[in-house]
């Protein structure tokens, strides 16, 4: 019977093979190491987005404002309204928030009392569509509604 498994020793150790450089490759890593100098933390190198000059500080915001990206919290509340505008509104104090919160539960009940005359669901949709726009930070006018909660 022929022996199938053979030992560790049975098998030819073999080097791995040195893989060879273009010269240009290696002449070019010394140059950029060259211009490093890693004792000063200093360097030669010109990174993009660095500043032009040392008097110049760019201060970076910290945070995102809440307004500048889509708000998709605010669309939940349109589109679960009025429960979910009414869970917003107690996770979230902000006055934009709250404003369209308020509205969104208005729009959510009145969508609810038309919905026994078949316009609810055409509300439904409306409330959506402003709670697109509301997300993408655009302050939709709701008729009647609106100016009931600004006074």
Not at 3 to 17: M, N, S, V
Not at 134 to 142: I, M, Q, S
Request: charged fraction near 25%.
């Amino acid at each position: 019977m022929v022996d199938t498994f053979k030992r560790k020793t049975d098998f030819k150790k073999t080097e791995p093979k040195e893989m060879k450089r273009s010269p240009m490759a290696g002449r070019f890593l010394e140059d950029e190491k060259s211009r490093l100098k890693h004792d000063t933390g200093e360097s030669e190198m010109v990174v993009v987005g660095e500043m032009a000059g040392p008097n110049k500080v760019e201060s970076k915001p910290e945070k995102e404002s809440a307004s500048g990206g889509t708000r998709w919290d605010i669309f939940c509340a349109y589109f679960f309204a009025p429960l979910g505008s009414l869970v917003l509104y107690l996770l979230n104090k902000e006055q934009k928030t709250v404003f369209h919160c308020k509205q969104s539960a208005v729009l959510g009940i009145v969508g609810m009392v038309l919905s026994v005359f078949l316009i609810g669901f055409f509300v439904w949709l409306y409330a959506i569509y402003v709670g697109y726009k509301a997300a993408n930070g655009e302050d939709v006018d709701v008729p009647m509604i609106t100016s009931a909660l600004k006074k």
